[in-house]
């Protein structure tokens, strides 16, 4: 058996990606690991770190990203795409460059990709999610926020990121990660492990930047130039006593990247939620109302939530 590490990148350092701390805590069980590193700005570091962490199983595959695939995500999808198919692996396990796999979670990743190495109607395997929220001790346990997503499919030439690239789907024939048609769920196991997901872990500055860089590739450079312009220059998360306290540990590939963290002075702990900013998600009432069903009469499971899968149960 052979598993493949892949994922994208552009940016990295400069949008206080842990792409370095990502690529670093899978590459233990896979054979190789693949990145496709988009030009980045001039003072942006991000290949050399990679090319730093100086093992044989990292091969980087440079891009460019072109404007004309800036709406929608579809140059995420693209980018995905790019390093999927360079991977020759059995198993290809896709993480981005804001989500680090604990060690603990490694022989067990390991374990299920044997065990279902020959069931072939499993295309891929399905993980659940910590969404990690202003720092590393709160995090989301919400509706709106995906609790499981596919992170290890087969090495299938028919299995394309789909749409911004969050997940993946089976093409019948392919246009593009978009296209309306022609496309089908993955039938998945799930995988006893964890993805810990850091993309809203920012000193707030950052995190604008961040945001301001995601929505270039969703509305358009123009119309985020024209939006952030004009928008505060630090995010607001919130007060992060509505969020769950994490109690656990994390990956020990995050250890160094943690103790650098000196932004708490800029979040707010309690207190009542800025009247005059845009809402989070997990502040409106509507999603509120529904954690608050999900949590006290559902067992947790989210309620009518999207799930771009189909889970195979019998494995």
Known sequence: MK???FS???NGVKLYYPVVESIRSILPIVD??????GKGDEDDPTRD????IDDPKVKIIDTVWEDQYFKKGIINAIQTDIAKEACSGDWLFYVQADEVVHEKYLPVIQARCEELLNVQKVEGLLFKY???WGDYEHYHESHGWYPYEIRIIRNRPEIHSFESAQSFRRFDYYENPRQSEGHHKLKVAKVDAEIYHY?????????????RAFHSIHWG???AKNHYDQAPTEFDFGPLDRLEKFTGTHPKVMQEMISKMDWKDKLQYSGKVNPYREKSKHERFKYRFLTFLEKNFNRGKQIGGFKNYILLKDV
């Open 130 to 132: 910590k969404h990690f």
């Open 199 to 211: 993309g809203w872990v920012r000193p707030p500055h950052l995190m604008q930047t961040k945001r």
């Open 3 to 5: 598993i493949s590490g």
């Open 221 to 223: 450079p123009s119309k």
């Open 49 to 52: 770190l990679i090319a730093a």
């Open 8 to 10: 994208f990148v552009r």
């Open 32 to 37: 190789e690991f693949v990145v496709a590193v």
